[in-house]
């Protein structure tokens, strides 16, 4: 038996969540979704339990981030869980020039927050769990799919030995950078290997970081110490991801916790006074991916499965994010207007619209940690001047913070 769906979402992580939720939030009562995830979903009052508090990971959120989830009520939900950024503090290692961008200096509450990847991922899953008119299936393997048609997407899946087949009129593919949907429609995308690894551990310091993230750019890579809430274990707490080669990735990953923070601190200097806590450390390899559609008939592909980036300015999410928002919006006004949801028409006039934003923002992730990392001199002597003048002139960075923000000029 086939059974019919308006949408179906298929990965279930924060990308996809916030996708499902952002859809029934904007589309009328009638459109149903369907999120289908390949793990198994817990009971989200379960999720607080799972992990110690100190080796919670984050995500930072743009200040246009913080803004979208107030519109769907979600920002209330985790708001306490996350870390405001007062200023962001951008210097070279052994090199002059910095600059210092402050949230006052554009009216904002904050440039952005470093939310735990905890608390958001149960408010997402709680309230995908509570909307009416969202279809949550956990456990649901995708057998196959056929290329939408004028009638829509043909899928199968097993979910716990159960055999389903469901035909959608919209399928979203958000099942991350290794997509096996997006190969299975021979969607090819082009990837770059930067030979770096990151290495992600939260960091307790003998001082508050006074909500100040600071990104370093450092001959093998750049440093970001982002600032986390207080956990009971450690209350000045950041969280790291330092990018290096993937020869120093792995000595890192495995040196001792006294030898990981010398390396660390000599780093970073005493900004924040000694480290006093090492967390769990660990260690991802570094590439970008860009699909070469992100639409055809009847399928959108978003998240990192369209888009996977460099972390250097921790924009992954936001953009998916921004996608999102502008994909509801879209398919909210075709509804109205009595078109398909999945019009090639109305999913192409969702592309042109994001592609500005995506082109910039992929651009920007893939060029600034080269251009950090690159030795010559000269370039270097650039990089110092070009960072002091930052703070010489507002109008430049203004429009650099904005853009990063994802608010409009």
């Known amino acids: 038996m086939i059974e019919e769906r308006d949408i179906i979402i298929v990965g279930g992580g924060m990308v996809g969540m916030s996708v499902a939720i952002l859809l029934r939030t904007q589309l009328s009562e009638t459109t149903g979704v369907t999120l289908l995830e390949g793990n198994d979903l817990p009971v989200s009052g379960d999720l607080q339990d799972t992990y110690p508090a100190f080796d919670s990971r984050a995500t930072a959120l ?7 989830f107030e519109d769907i009520g979600l920002w209330e939900v985790f708001e306490k869980k996350t870390s405001p950024i007062s200023s962001i503090h951008v210097s070279s290692k052994d090199k002059f020039g910095s600059t210092l961008l402050t949230s006052s200096d554009y009216g904002w509450p904050a440039l952005g927050y470093v939310a735990e990847n905890l608390a958001l991922g149960t408010a997402l899953l709680s309230s995908t769990s509570d909307q009416a008119g969202i279809e949550l299936f956990g456990s649901a393997i995708v057998l196959s799919v056929k290329a939408s048609d004028a009638y829509g997407t043909s899928i199968k899946i097993n979910q716990n030995g159960v055999h389903r087949h469901f035909k959608a009129k919209l399928l979203i593919v958000a099942d991350g950078a290794k997509s096996k949907l997006r ?8 990837i770059k290997n930067y030979g770096q690894d990151a290495i992600v551990v939260n960091v307790g310091f003998e001082q508050p970081h006074m ?4 990104e370093r750019f450092t001959d093998s890579g750049p440093l970001a110490v982002l600032p986390l809430v207080e956990a009971s274990s450690q209350p000045n707490r950041c969280g790291v991801v ?5 020869e120093r990735g792995k000595e890192l990953e495995t040196t001792s916790l006294d030898g990981f923070k010398e390396l660390l601190q000599k780093e970073f200097g005493y900004r924040l006074g000694r480290i006093s806590h090492i967390g769990r450390r660990s260690r991802f390899p570094l590439s970008q991916l860009k699909a070469r559609e992100q639409v055809r008939n009847g399928i959108v592909i978003m998240g990192n499965a369209a888009h996977a980036l ?7 999410f936001n953009l998916a994010l921004r996608d999102a928002n502008e994909l509801a919006k879209i398919l909210s006004c075709a509804e109205i207007k009595g078109k398909r949801l999945g019009d090639l028409g109305v999913l192409e006039s ?3 619209a994001r592609q500005r934003d995506q082109e910039i923002i992929v651009t920007a992730s893939d060029v600034l ?8 001199r000269f370039l270097g002597l650039a990089r110092s001047i070009a960072l002091t003048a930052l703070d010489i002139l507002p109008p ?5 913070v904005r853009r990063a923000a994802g608010m409009p000029f």
Do not use: M
């Open 310 to 316: 460099h972390p250097v300015a921790g924009q992954g």
């Open 369 to 376: 940690p080269r251009l950090f990392t690159n030795r010559n």
């Open 183 to 190: 190969e299975s429609f021979f969607i090819d995308s082009t």
């Open 350 to 352: 969702y592309r042109l």
């Open 396 to 400: 430049l960075k203004t429009k650099l």
């Open 211 to 214: 909500n100040c993230a600071f």
């Open 62 to 68: 743009s200040f246009s981030s913080r803004r979208i």
């Open 242 to 246: 330092w990018s290096v080669n993937p």
